[in-house]
């Protein structure tokens, strides 16, 4: 095995701790309490969004572990592997432009972030050669 498909495969399981993770922001957010001030719509799409967010990650997790010689080996593959990593990028990007940068909290996923983008990132280029 490469180490590019222990990267991707890590990728995945990181995917399921992504998606777990954001099964528990209704609790972890206290969204009952939280979100009681929002009108329904907006209530609604919070939960909605976190849920298609769970989807995705769950969905990336299931092709990063099932398919990793595919993703590094075919161009469709690659093209998945520069999606997966670019939206790694964006949400660290995100998290500098929305977050206080200063809190320890926000730092630490910062760098679970950028370790997401890398599983995916480095392979990527890794297959390029």
């Known amino acids: 095995m490469t180490k590019g498909l222990y990267f991707i495969y890590a990728g995945g399981v ?23 001030p929002l009108d329904s719509l907006n209530r609604s799409i919070y939960q909605v969004l976190n849920l298609c967010l ?28 520069a999606v997966f990593a670019a939206f790694w990028l964006l949400r660290l990007a995100l998290q500098q432009r929305f977050f206080r940068m200063v809190h320890p909290l926000s730092l630490l996923l910062s760098l679970a972030f950028l370790i997401t983008m890398l599983t995916y990132g480095l392979p990527l280029v890794w297959a390029g050669r």
């Open 14 to 36: 990181l995917h399921i701790g992504w998606a777990v993770f954001h099964l528990l922001f209704p609790r972890i957010f206290k969204w009952g309490k939280a979100l009681e």
């Open 54 to 81: 769970t989807f995705y990650f769950a969905a990336a997790a299931y092709l990063s572990l099932a398919f990793g010689p595919e993703l590094m080996s075919s161009a469709l593959g690659r093209k998945l592997l």
